[in-house]
């Protein structure tokens, strides 16, 4: 669907990113002049590398840590057309980090209000939207008793989890539930409080699997969620399904939330609203299950489980109530439709590219 306006001056954060990437293709291929931030040099030139095509199309920026004083007010001084739309994406996604309030926390919020703050200073009467990638995490309760199903969650509900309870746990998967949970409601407050020009749609998904497009050098380049839902069970690393947890049960496409993302900049029904995106269940059964069955020349390395236990005993994830959200995906697409990708699809795909890409 190549728009060619290129009256649109797309600002995307994290470009190299796993969901990043993908958005940025859509972008290119919508016809949209793009400015997309990386944390060096370096990587720009890895994206231009995996990608030659993209070269000459997408104006690369170095915002190298968002800690620093007013990050990004001078990518706003300096950028050679007004931006229209934004996509924050870049936010820490690596659970193996030892700060949780420094590496996580802290990144996560002030890269949020800094970006919007600038926005607001220097984006003028041009800029008419800021999508920012959330989370589900930042939805549902971290703390749910996962051993009945609740109330479905809504676009209503938030997490209640605190930076206290995931510091004194240690609890990397908790850090991360709070560093998306900060950073959006932050957003909102920024919105309430300033009244800047530009509105806001926030992005709400579950565990994000797909191929990946991003640059890649070796098995550590699979970025975390590939590698927890998917790789993990042909590395080795579980040799048994038995006992292996996922932290939430609902997954959607990246392909998916790249669409969706491109989609709400121009979507009427998008603004000031929370869109939960999930396309249905994932566990480790369910993966393992269509490894075996679509890769052949896999099925020694991948444990075999239990086929027809589909979820862990015991384990009875609350669903997502997807009416309003699946309502403006609809009207954010040509055909007023929207369809999610399915687990089947979105493995095979994904261990597809994986093995192109020789990372397993
Ligand atoms: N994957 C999922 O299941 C999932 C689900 C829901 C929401 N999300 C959200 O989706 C976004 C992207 O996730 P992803 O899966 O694409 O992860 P990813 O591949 O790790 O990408 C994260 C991006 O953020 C950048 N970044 C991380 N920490 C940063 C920091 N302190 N300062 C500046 N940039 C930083 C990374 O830069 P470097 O590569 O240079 O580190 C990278 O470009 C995140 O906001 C994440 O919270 C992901």
């Known amino acids: 669907m190549a728009n060619q306006d290129r009256s649109f001056h797309i600002l995307l954060t994290g470009a190299n990113g796993f969901v990043a990437s993908h958005i940025l293709s859509i972008l290119l291929d919508r016809g949209y002049a793009v400015t997309a931030t990386v944390r060096s040099k370096e990587k720009a030139a890895d994206i231009i590398k ?19 004083a007013k990050p990004f007010d001078e990518l706003f001084i300096n950028a050679n057309a007004p931006f229209t739309h ?17 590496e996580m926390i802290e990144p996560a919020v002030r890269g949020t209000t800094e970006i919007l703050k600038s926005a607001h200073h220097y984006g003028g009467l041009t800029l008419k939207r800021f999508v ?55 957003a909102w ?17 579950d565990i994000i699997i797909g191929p990946m497009i991003h640059p890649i050098s070796g098995p550590k380049s699979i970025n975390e ?31 998916d939330v790249a669409r969706s993302h491109v989609d709400a900049l121009t979507n009427p029904s998008a603004s000031g609203q929370r869109i939960l995106l999930i396309s249905g269940l994932i566990s480790p059964q369910l993966v393992v299950n269509i490894i075996r069955k679509n890769f052949p020349t896999l099925r020694a390395k991948v444990p075999e489980g239990n086929p027809s236990q589909v979820l862990p005993p015991g384990v009875h994830p609350t669903g ?13 697409t040509r055909e007023q439709s929207w369809k999610y990708i399915d687990l089947e699809t979105s493995v095979t795909d994904t261990v597809r590219s994986m093995i192109e890409a020789k990372v397993i």
């Open 189 to 205: 407050e920024f919105m309430k409080t300033e009244s800047p020009g530009f509105d806001l749609t926030v992005i709400n998904p």
């Open 225 to 255: 969620t590939n590698h927890f839902a998917i790789a993990s069970f042909i590395d080795g690393t579980h040799q048994q399904i038995e006992g292996v947890a996922f932290p939430f049960y609902h997954f959607v496409d990246v392909r």
């Open 50 to 68: 995996t990608h030659p095509s993209w070269e000459g199309k997408v104006q690369f920026v170095i915002v190298a840590d968002f800690t620093a």
């Open 86 to 102: 934004i996509i924050h994406t870049a936010s820490p996604l690596n659970f193996g980090v030892k700060d949780i309030q420094k």
């Open 320 to 332: 997502w109530d997807m009416r309003l959200s699946l309502d403006i995906l609809s009207k954010g």
């Open 132 to 186: 920012l990638l959330g989370s589900a995490v930042s939805v549902l309760n971290s703390f749910e008793d996962i051993t009945r199903e609740g109330r479905p969650y809504t676009e209503k509900d938030w997490n209640p989890v605190t930076a206290e309870e995931a510091i004194a746990r240690k609890d990397t998967v908790l850090g991360y539930n709070v560093s998306k949970t900060r950073a959006e409601s932050a």
